[in-house]
């Protein structure tokens, strides 16, 4: 038996920031993995795919390159293979590099599945270091998610999670996509832009069903002019496999695909933790339930990332590690979960923090907007990329910042800048002053906020009278 004052279940960017943190911390600390550095953000999910979304651009600019200028002769087409094969490498850098940092904090990696023996022991199980008994002071415990697969779905070589699809010996001719969520989405434009005919069905009126809607229905034009079929409204059923390919129908309409990818949600993986022998609780769905400092039904044991199902979002998961391993060395720490920013790897890309347009009319909240298109600011014409723009919802009457939507170039980076100013509750007002530096896309952040007083000096304004 080896005694640890903490020991971290799962090493997922939930999982292996807190067990460094406790490192750091000078607390003596255990990490139980069973497979890979990283989870599913860094092997099946957010790296892979954006590695993969890096490549479709530069083909995308290749084959644009006369509009900027540039002659490219010969023939413009993806390598599958080395782009699987960058894929790879990053993944191996990023998996190093972490082992690295928990080496330097001081942590000690076991391997294999964590299974609890009681509130104190945890014993490890079907790996290199199986058989090893741990008992700790404290536990976190971030196993992270899984795809869900529902049983209506058949199974066949042909039906794949964005797991398999990231690892395809070779590029689909075509492939039907279950679900328009933020996964289905983001892997309808990273294939149509390498020349596979995609098909999105999603059961909601709109693709993306919780973003703001003006952003949503954006991206669709956008999908459909680059060759996306999207199906709303109606279920995918009769659904088939066989070896050659799948098929489905939307209403009456038969859809047919070399490929169709399951993307409608995901799962916690907690089965073979043994929660009950710890005494923690879980949801009828499975995941597992904690307080505002993820503290769950069992002294001593905490629970962190997709595991407690609340925002399934790497970036959140790693906020709550370190808010975890504050409250554990009796430094509490107020964690600003709702002001989690969502980024989706779209072509355009979307960010987005806060209340929508949507939320604050259910909420009865009154708001003022101000918006500011990519098409009338500098860089982005010099970036021939002026589609999208920036949003700003403010408090009707105390002009506090409740909001921020972008769908454009970079979106995903300049949602960072509405986080801290929301976290400090910024005004409009405020956020507009504040000077931002010319030429840049950031500037349109600037610009909407001055929009939302009808201020703008880059739109036409009307005089006041």
């Given at each position: ?331 509490p720490v107020h964690f600003a979960g709702t002001l989690t920013p969502g980024c989706i790897f779209t072509s355009p890309e979307i960010g987005t923090v806060g209340l929508s347009e949507e939320q ?88 909407a906020a001055h929009a939302v007083h009808g201020e703008c000096a880059h739109i036409p304004t009307r005089k006041r009278r």
């Open positions: 038996m080896e005694k640890f004052d903490v020991c971290v279940i799962g090493a997922g960017p939930g999982g292996y920031v807190a067990a460094i943190r406790a490192g750091q911390s000078g607390l003596k600390t255990a990490l139980v993995e069973k497979e890979f550095f990283g989870g599913t953000c860094l092997n099946v999910g957010c790296i892979p795919t954006k590695t993969l979304i890096a490549g479709a651009e530069v083909l995308s600019t290749a084959r644009r390159a006369a509009e900027f200028g540039v002659e490219i002769s010969g023939e413009i087409r993806p390598d599958w293979k080395k782009m699987l094969a960058r894929k790879d490498e990053v993944i191996g850098k990023l998996r190093n590099g972490i082992a690295g940092l928990e080496k330097a904090a001081g942590v000690t990696v076991f391997s294999g599945r964590g299974e609890f023996l009681n509130r104190r022991q945890l014993v490890v199980a079907a790996g290199e270091d199986a058989g090893t008994v741990i008992e700790a002071s404290k536990f976190i415990i971030a196993t992270g998610s899984e795809p869900l697969v529902p049983g209506f779905i058949p199974q066949g070589e042909r039906v794949l999670t964005s797991t398999e699809l990231l690892s395809l010996p070779k590029l689909p001719k075509s492939l039907l996509i279950l679900g328009g969520g933020v996964i289905g989405c983001e892997f309808a434009c990273l294939f149509a832009a390498l020349g596979t005919e995609v098909t999105v069905v999603e059961m909601l009126p709109q693709i993306l069903p919780a973003t703001d809607s003006e952003c949503a229905r954006l991206l669709a034009r956008r999908m459909e002019s680059e060759g996306i079929r999207i199906l709303n409204g109606k279920p995918l059923s009769d659904i088939k496999c066989t070896a050659r390919g799948v098929s489905g129908k939307v209403g009456d309409e038969t859809l047919r695909a070399e490929y169709l990818l399951v993307s409608i949600g995901r799962r916690p993986v907690t089965a073979g933790l043994n929660l009950a022998a710890a005494g923690v609780k879980t949801s009828e769905r499975g995941f597992i339930e904690v307080d505002e400092n993820f503290l769950t039904s069992a002294p001593g044991i905490y629970a962190i990332g997709d595991a407690v199902g609340k925002i399934m979002l790497a970036h959140w998961a790693s906020a709550a590690a370190e808010a975890a391993v504050s409250h554990i060395c009796g430094k604050c009319k259910a909420q009865n909240i009154a708001y003022n907007v101000g918006k500011f298109p990519f098409a009338a600011l500098g860089k982005a014409m010099a970036m021939g990329e002026t589609e999208g723009f920036v949003k700003i919802l403010a408090d009707a009457a105390t002009d506090q910042v409740l909001g921020v939507h972008i769908i454009g170039p970079h979106a995903t980076d300049l949602i960072a800048e509405a986080v801290p100013a929301m976290l400090l509750e910024c005004t409009a007002r405020e956020l507009g002053r504040a000077i931002h530096a010319h030429p840049t896309l950031g500037e349109a952040m600037m610009e």
